[in-house]
């Protein structure tokens, strides 16, 4: 879905996507993978992170908990605002210690697994493009020596939206009035509500000019903080372009996860309630490799909008 006319046999501008295109393109990355090339390098660690946590949860709380984690996603970052507003708000007591800690062991090996096999899906959408083709050999070559920067990324990203909105949860749950709110109430808890919609507009902000961080590592192959800097450098003056296509992404898979749960909806019924989570399952195997494929789609549009598609290290991937 080029946006300009080209002379034939021109590649230039051939990356430079609509918002719209930017995730028509991904589906199609994603579709020609194979897709069960992605559901290996990246499907499987979904599904095995979503198992985990809800084998915890299930241990911890028991089977009438299962509801509460329906749909909960492989991203681990979650879990440290997780472990940090029980921390902070004073919720943490001899029962909940284990868990916690639980939680913790949990959050770094997924970040070392969700990093590596990051780093080898968008090595392998990254070949894609290139003439040597698509080859998961070379793709989980790449993820394991790009696992250290790409994980580093991730837990800085994940450490900053913590940092910001932790402390404005903490601030909002300690303005919630403890029995029926009373006039004198209303006050305190819309100023704690105005500051925590302050504070997520910012984590948006910054999760949106981040958003290509990880693939920018795996593709210059330059250190985390470089790969930060970086992805600021390519979504400036793109913020709205790549915060419609994020919003675009997330509607399409939310809507195709749906449809998968009404799929099997007749015969969720006979699992109890295991079939709440099935769906969620198969989500995560065959749905997540989309959003690394996405970015992947998203940073070489942004390279062909700043003009730098020719001079960049990366170029060698396209």
């Given at each position: 879905?080029?946006?300009?006319?080209?002379?034939?046999g021109?590649?230039?501008?051939?990356?430079?996507?609509?918002?719209?295109?930017?995730?028509?393109?991904?589906?199609?990355?994603?579709?020609?993978?194979?897709?069960?090339?992605?559901?290996?390098?990246?499907?499987?660690?979904?599904?095995?992170?979503?198992?985990?946590?809800?084998?915890?949860?299930?241990?911890?709380?028991?089977?009438?908990?299962?509801?509460?984690?329906?749909?909960?996603?492989?991203?681990?970052?979650?879990?440290?605002?997780?472990?940090?507003?029980?921390?902070?708000?004073g919720?943490?007591?001899?029962?909940?210690?284990?868990?916690?800690?639980?939680?913790?062991?949990?959050?770094?090996?997924?970040?070392?697994?969700?990093?590596?096999?990051?780093?080898?899906?968008?090595?392998?959408?990254?070949?894609?493009?290139?003439?040597?083709?698509?080859?998961?050999?070379?793709?989980?070559?790449?993820?394991?020596?790009?696992?250290?920067?790409?994980?580093?990324?991730?837990?800085?990203?994940?450490?900053?939206?913590?940092?910001?909105?932790?402390?404005?949860?903490?601030?909002v749950?300690?303005?919630?009035?403890?029995?029926?709110?009373?006039?004198?109430d209303?006050?305190?808890?819309?100023?704690?509500?105005?500051?925590?919609?302050?504070?997520?507009?910012?984590?948006?902000?910054?999760?949106?000019?981040?958003?290509?961080?990880?693939?920018?590592?795996?593709?210059?192959?330059?250190?985390?903080?470089?790969?930060?800097?970086?992805?600021?450098?390519?979504?400036?003056?793109?913020?709205?372009?790549?915060?419609?296509?994020?919003?675009?992404?997330?509607?399409?898979?939310?809507?195709?996860?749906?449809?998968?749960?009404?799929?099997?909806?007749?015969?969720?019924?006979?699992?109890?309630?295991?079939?709440?989570?099935?769906?969620?399952?198969?989500?995560?195997?065959?749905?997540?490799?989309?959003?690394p494929?996405?970015?992947v789609?998203?940073?070489?549009?942004?390279?062909?909008?700043?003009?730098?598609?020719?001079?960049?290290?990366?170029?060698?991937?396209?």
């Amino acid at each position: 879905m080029a946006l300009e006319e080209e002379a034939p046999g021109s590649t230039a501008g051939q990356f430079r996507l609509s918002t719209v295109g930017v995730v028509t393109r991904g589906l199609s990355v994603w579709w020609r993978g194979p897709i069960y090339i992605y559901m290996a390098l990246f499907g499987l660690y979904a599904l095995l992170f979503v198992l985990v946590r809800l084998v915890v949860v299930v241990a911890f709380f028991g089977s009438s908990a299962i509801a509460s984690y329906a749909t909960v996603g492989p991203d681990p970052s979650s879990l440290i605002s997780t472990v940090l507003t029980d921390v902070l708000s004073g919720q943490v007591t001899a029962s909940t210690t284990v868990y916690l800690a639980v939680l913790v062991v949990l959050t770094v090996g997924g970040i070392v697994m969700l990093a590596g096999a990051e780093a080898a899906t968008l090595a392998f959408a990254l070949r894609d493009y290139t003439s040597e083709g698509r080859d998961a050999g070379a793709a989980l070559s790449t993820g394991l020596t790009r696992l250290v920067p790409v994980a580093v990324v991730q837990a800085i990203i994940g450490l900053v939206v913590a940092v910001l909105m932790v402390p404005s949860l903490v601030f909002v749950q300690a303005t919630e009035p403890a029995t029926t709110p009373t006039p004198s109430d209303i006050g305190p808890l819309l100023y704690g509500l105005s500051v925590l919609i302050v504070v997520s507009l910012i984590v948006l902000f910054f999760y949106v000019r981040t958003t290509v961080a990880t693939v920018v590592v795996v593709a210059e192959s330059v250190s985390p903080t470089q790969a930060v800097q970086r992805s600021f450098d390519l979504t400036k003056g793109s913020f709205f372009h790549v915060l419609g296509a994020h919003l675009l992404v997330s509607l399409l898979l939310l809507v195709l996860s749906y449809v998968l749960a009404m799929a099997m909806a007749g015969f969720l019924v006979l699992l109890g309630p295991i079939g709440l989570v099935l769906p969620n399952m198969v989500s995560a195997l065959l749905l997540s490799p989309i959003a690394p494929v996405f970015r992947v789609v998203l940073y070489k549009d942004l390279l062909e909008r700043t003009g730098e598609r020719e001079s960049t290290a990366a170029d060698e991937w396209w």
